[in-house]
C-alpha cells in the first residue's frame, strides 16, 4: 500500500463520504417517489446526477493514484454500467416505472457496488 499525500487522502475520504451521501439519496428517492414528483424528489434526482458526476471525475484521478490497478478499473467498469442502468429513467414515463427502477435495479447494483468500492478505499482513509 503506498503512502497517500494529505491531499490523496482527503479526497479519497470525501470520495467515501460521497458514496454514502449518494447511497442516502438514492434511498429517499425510492420512497419519495409517488405519481407526483415533488420539487424536493426532483432536486434530490438532480443531486444524484452531479454527485455521480464527481464521482466519475475522482475515479480519473484515483486510476493515476492507484497505477491503473485492475481491481479499480473493474469497479470503476462496474459504476459505469449503474450509470446506463439508471439513464432508462429518462426512457420511463410513469413514477412508478422509475421507482420500480431504483427498487429493483439500481439500487441494488449501487449498493453492492458501494460495498465493494468502500472496501477498496477504506485501507487508505482509516488511521
Same mark, same amino acid.
Given at each position: 500500500?503506498?503512502?497517500?499525500?494529505?491531499?490523496?487522502?482527503?479526497?479519497?475520504?470525501?470520495?467515501?463520504?460521497?458514496?454514502?451521501?449518494?447511497?442516502?439519496?438514492?434511498?429517499?428517492?425510492?420512497?419519495?417517489?409517488?405519481?407526483?414528483?415533488?420539487?424536493?424528489?426532483?432536486?434530490?434526482?438532480?443531486? &444524484?446526477?452531479?454527485?455521480?458526476?464527481?464521482?466519475?471525475?475522482?475515479?480519473?484521478?484515483?486510476?493515476?493514484?492507484?497505477?491503473?490497478?485492475?481491481?479499480?478499473?473493474?469497479?470503476?467498469?462496474?459504476?459505469?454500467?449503474?450509470?446506463?442502468?439508471?439513464?432508462?429513467?429518462?426512457?420511463?414515463?410513469?413514477?412508478?416505472?422509475?421507482?420500480?427502477?431504483?427498487?429493483?435495479?439500481? &439500487?441494488?447494483?449501487?449498493?453492492?457496488?458501494?460495498?465493494?468500492?468502500?472496501?477498496?478505499?477504506?485501507?487508505?482513509?482509516?488511521?
Amino acid at each position: 500500500m503506498s503512502e497517500l499525500t494529505v491531499e490523496q487522502h482527503q479526497l479519497l475520504y470525501e470520495y467515501d463520504q460521497l458514496l454514502n451521501t449518494l447511497s442516502d439519496a438514492l434511498e429517499y428517492l425510492e420512497n419519495n417517489i409517488q405519481e407526483e414528483t415533488s420539487p424536493e424528489a426532483q432536486q434530490v434526482f438532480q443531486d &444524484v446526477l452531479l454527485a455521480l458526476d464527481k464521482a466519475s471525475t475522482i475515479h480519473e484521478q484515483m486510476v493515476s493514484l492507484f497505477n491503473e490497478d485492475i481491481k479499480l478499473i473493474t469497479l470503476i467498469g462496474d459504476f459505469h454500467d449503474i450509470v446506463k442502468l439508471l439513464q432508462q429513467w429518462f426512457e420511463f414515463e410513469t413514477n412508478e416505472d422509475k421507482r420500480l427502477l431504483l427498487v429493483e435495479k439500481v &439500487v441494488p447494483a449501487f449498493e453492492s457496488w458501494r460495498s465493494q468500492m468502500q472496501s477498496y478505499v477504506k485501507p487508505y482513509i482509516v488511521h
